[in-house]
């Protein structure tokens, strides 16, 4: 089983839509988590932090379930230029007794919006 | 200026050279990373650095080998280029902290004929 696993799509959905992705990890010691965005052929680049409570930055929700061992996004109102490959990240502890902590990427969400 | 930096960002070349991809970082991280990307495959981790001293495989390090020669400095060779090492490589940083994130270089595209 993959650490980090998430449905790689592709999610082809209409301008205006909402989408929602979710990511699944193994390791319940993981620390943190993040959401990045990588446009084709470019580098990835952090969309947002991923907190306990949930957070939202503008058009854009995460949340964490620790319980069930998930993370999401959700995307309101897509726009055009939300099309991309999204990432979760998710940094874990490589040991229980060790502060040496790993990241890792899941292999990403294709979205691709239509006008 | 970009913060994390690669050279060459395009290369090209023939099966058996000797490559070596360059990444230089302004963020004052200690942390640094070499990955490679795949269509479909996504991220895989080949060497990482935690500081000067400290070099680890990744899971995929056969055929590669790395550098730190400064703080700000992280080469990756590839001795003897084979052709499904075309890739794209990825440089990235980061600090040390549980809650730090990656941050990542533009990318070298690597093809090996």
């Known amino acids: 089983r993959k650490e980090v696993e998430q449905d790689p799509g592709p999610f082809n959905v209409p301008e205006g839509a909402t989408v929602a992705f979710n990511c699944t990890y193994s390791?319940?010691?993981?620390?943190?988590f993040f959401w990045y965005r990588q446009d084709c052929r470019k580098e990835p680049k952090l969309l947002m932090s991923?907190?306990?409570s949930g957070n939202e930055d503008g058009r854009f929700t995460a949340q964490l379930n620790r319980a069930s061992q998930y993370i999401s996004l959700l995307i309101r109102d897509s726009k055009l230029s939300d099309s991309a490959t999204y990432l979760c990240v998710v940094n874990m502890l490589s040991f229980p007794d060790s502060s040496a902590s790993k990241i890792i990427f899941g292999s990403g969400t294709r979205l691709s919006i239509r006008p | 200026d970009a913060d994390v930096t690669q050279t060459p960002r395009n290369r090209i070349t023939k099966t058996g050279k000797r490559i070596m991809l360059e990444c230089s970082q302004t963020k004052g991280h200690d942390r640094m990373y070499w990955y490679r990307q795949d269509p479909g495959l996504g991220l895989r981790l080949i060497y990482y650095?935690?500081?000067?001293?400290?070099?680890n495989k990744g899971e995929i390090s056969d055929g590669y080998s790395v550098s730190r020669q400064a703080q700000a400095k992280f080469s990756l060779s590839l001795e003897s280029a084979i052709p499904n090492q075309t890739a794209l490589y990825f440089c990235?940083?980061?600090?040390?902290?549980?809650?730090?994130?990656?941050?990542f270089g533009p990318g070298t595209r690597l093809t090996v004929l």
């Open positions: 390791n319940s010691a993981s620390q943190s």
């Open positions: 650095s935690f500081d000067v001293k400290d070099i």
């Open positions: 990235a940083t980061s600090g040390s902290g549980t809650t730090d994130t990656q941050y």
């Open positions: 991923v907190y306990s």
